[in-house]
């Protein structure tokens, strides 16, 4: 931990430098990194969210690969597709850009569900399978997908099973009016995130390094009072009137890995409540439904998460 943290704060502070005023975000950010979950990012057009996710595959020297989804993208587009050699007279993989470390499926809701299918089992299990054919993917394997909150036409919303594949959704928002200046004075100075010369930015960890922070993160300690507690929490989204849809148990495994990132993070070496808190609103607000009352009434997911917070017991 000593080695590794301030490393991880450096990173967080780089980020910040060159996105302004996302450093919730980034927080956020660096905990699904830490957990090794995948993230969707949402937010509407120009708030930085292409250019934190660059940014960050850069600072840690990781592969990255980017993929514009649209309407007419296939699932060979991503995975790979084997082509035949005249020569060999044999089959060769002509590897797709989910061969990678970090992967960006750019407005991930504007490809077909066939298409968003191909991700399925990259991210559940590193591999995929063509022709019958597994392949393995890489240690690091990290997917961080985007979509724009406001458009609605030509999309195609992502289905619960592979939302519940993303640890971490994330919410960016119109920073605030100081962040915002800094931005006006940063551009009026000549940055131009578009052209952004990411070779200029010094990498300040490598890939090798985040895993062994994984590593780390493994070995937060988690008493037994703070697992009941997680474990009321996520019952108790299965039983919300509120609620058509709770928690899964793979959500309440990820909802501990990303607790113990968050304590180690901030540094400490155990999981408090407090912990388990701050990771709720990022971890749960793609896996609930609501109900149709709820929606009636006008109910946001937010909320709902911030009720059930509040109603179960912290232990003490």
């Known amino acids: 931990m000593d080695k590794l943290q301030p490393l991880i704060a450096q990173l967080g502070q780089t980020l910040a430098q ?8 980034i927080d956020q950010l660096l905990v699904a990194l830490l957990a090794g979950g995948h993230l969707i990012i949402e937010g509407v057009p ?18 990255f690969r ?16 084997n082509i035949f ?4 007279r044999s089959f060769n993989l002509k590897k797709g850009p989910i061969f990678t470390q970090v992967l960006l ?83 009026q ?29 493994k070995a937060v300690t988690v008493q037994e009072p ?10 108790k989204t299965r039983q919300s009137p509120d609620l058509a849809l709770g928690a899964s148990p793979r959500s309440a495994v990820s909802w501990l890995q990303a607790s113990k990132a968050y304590a180690w993070l901030k540094g400490q070496d155990y999981v408090i409540p407090d912990h388990v808190k701050a990771v709720a609103p990022p971890l749960l607000r793609h896996r609930l439904l609501l109900g149709p009352e709820a929606q009636l009434d006008g109910l946001s997911i937010e909320a709902v998460i911030n009720t059930l917070l509040a109603q179960v017991p912290v232990p003490r």
Do not use: C
């Open 226 to 235: 703070i697992l009941d507690y997680l474990l009321t929490l996520v019952r």
């Open 85 to 88: 050699d005249l020569n060999t």
């Open 189 to 217: 100075a000549g940055f131009e995130a578009r052209r952004l010369n990411l070779e200029q930015l010094s990498p300040v960890m490598t890939a090798a390094q985040i895993l062994a922070a994984r590593q780390a993160v």
């Open 105 to 187: 499926a750019d407005e991930v809701n504007r490809t077909p569900p066939k298409t968003q299918a191909a991700l399925l089992e990259a991210m559940e299990e590193q591999q995929v399978t063509l022709d019958g054919k597994g392949w393995q993917l890489s240690e690091f394997f990290w997917v961080i997908a985007t979509q724009n909150s406001l458009e609605f036409e030509g999309t195609y919303p992502l289905p619960e099973a592979q939302l519940d594949r993303f640890l971490f959704k994330l919410l960016i928002d119109y920073p605030a009016a100081s962040a915002e200046k800094q931005m006006l004075l940063n551009a």
């Open 46 to 63: 120009g708030t930085g969210k292409t250019l934190l996710v660059k940014l960050l595959a850069h600072l840690i020297q990781a592969d």
């Open 18 to 25: 060159v996105v302004v005023g996302q450093a919730a975000t």
């Open 66 to 81: 980017r993929v514009q989804l649209t309407p007419d993208i296939l699932p060979s587009d991503i995975l790979g597709t």
